[in-house]
Structures are given as C-alpha cells and as structure tokens.
C-alpha cells in the first residue's frame, strides 16, 4: 500500500483565497483524522471520521474551516478565508476503527506526508 | 483536562550512548498510549501502542515501558540514524467515542 497520500505537499496562499488540502486513507482504514502541527501547540486534532461519518470536530478552530469525507478514499480540509495564522502543517491520518459508535476504538494511525500552507 | 508531558525537550547523545525520553500523563479513561518517531519533513511514523501498566515491547534499539502515570522510551547504544523527533500519545475515551492528545514531543539528536 502507498499509505496515506496528501496533496499538494506544499501550498503557498494569500490571505482571504481559499485553500484545499486533500487525502486519500490506506485502503481499508474506516477512521480518517485532520491534525494540525505548529511549533507552539505541537499536533492538535481538528476532525475525526469514523465510515464517513464525522464524529468529532471540536478541534476545528472557526467557521472558516470546514472538512468533508464524500467517500471511504477521499476527504477535503477547506479554509475559507485563509488568514496568517493557519499557517502550519496538516497531517491526515488513518486507522481501522471497530465497535460502532458507541464504543468506537481505532488501531493506531498512519500518517500522511502533510501539506506546509504558508499564508502571506 | 489531559496532559501529555515529554522531557527533556532535546536531548543530544553521543553514539552509544544510551538514555531515556519521558512522558507523563493525566487522563481518565486511558484507551492506550502511543510512541511515534517523526522525522524532519514528514509525518509521524508509528512505533508503538502500550495498553497496561508494566507492558513493555521492544523494536530494534527502543524500548517502550509504561506506568500508571507515564511512559519511558529507553534507547540503548543509540546510532546517528536513531536521530528524530520523538512523540508521545495517549488515547482516550471521549462520549462514545476517543480522542488522541499528543506531547510536543522530545528532539533526540545523536552525534557520530
């Protein structure tokens, strides 16, 4: 397997255009995880989705972030405007989670390369 | 709230020279507690899962131990290729749900 591929690896944006970041989870993995990595704050979990579903987004930091997972290979992170201090890097993750969504559990994640955005 | 505390923050070691990484915890409902190597420009690499108090697992030169309050990682006779970031995880119970809150994580730096 590739494992868990984000693209692009690299964005440089202006403040107020919006931004995309894309992955595409190890095949077979049901979780797909949203970090992101400053030196201040170190890795910070933005969202979570178990088969698609989002289960827990309280990491989001504002409304001008959004994530979406149309299907079990693909999921999007939007920031719209983008403003300097988004300015980090983001990891996507994956794992295989069993247990339902009451006693949800996840094997341990693999991670993406991640994309730098830099926000000027 | 959770804590995930690693020290030292960096720590250089001559070439076999062997230490340990710190991580203390405060979480209720422990659901496991990860190690992961990160190198420059990439994503965090998995090492290991610890579950139980006194569980131990090895991998090549890493040594993974853990109590009720932290988490070691020993290195004997550490090699330049062993340099890296070094992250600590735990996972816990949140809702039905779980939630994994990382340390700012320990730069290892080993000198030939």
């Known amino acids: 397997d590739a494992g868990v591929i984000q693209s692009p690896r690299h964005e440089v944006t202006e403040m107020g255009q919006e931004v995309t970041l894309r992955c595409k989870p190890i095949s077979g993995h049901n979780s797909l995880f949203w970090y992101r990595q400053t030196m201040m704050r170190g890795l910070e979990l933005l969202i979570y989705?178990?088969?698609?579903?989002?289960?827990?987004d309280s990491g989001m930091p504002e409304d001008r972030f959004s994530a979406k997972m149309p299907n079990a290979s693909f999921s999007t992170l939007k920031i719209q405007p983008s403003e300097p201090r988004d300015s980090a890097v983001y990891f996507c993750a994956s794992s295989y989670g069993t247990g339902g969504l009451r006693y949800l559990m996840n094997t341990e994640a693999f991670f993406g390369q991640g994309t730098r955005l830099t926000v000027v | 709230e959770d804590q995930v505390t690693q020290s030292p923050e960096a720590l250089r070691l001559q070439e076999g020279e062997s230490s340990s990484l710190n991580c203390s915890y405060t979480?209720?409902?422990?659901?496991?507690l990860f190690w992961y190597r990160q190198d420059p420009g990439k994503g965090p690499e998995f090492l290991f899962t610890l579950y139980s108090a006194g569980e131990e697992k090895e991998k090549e030169r890493l040594k993974a131990t853990l109590t009720k309050k932290e988490s070691f990682l020993h290195i004997t006779a550490p090699k330049p290729e062993d340099s890296a970031t070094y992250l600590c995880a735990v996972r816990r119970a949140q809702g039905g749900s779980e939630k994994l809150v990382f340390g700012k994580g320990m730069k290892l730096t080993v000198n030939p």
């Open positions: 989705f178990n088969n698609n579903v989002p289960i827990d």
């Open positions: 979480v209720s409902g422990l659901r496991g």
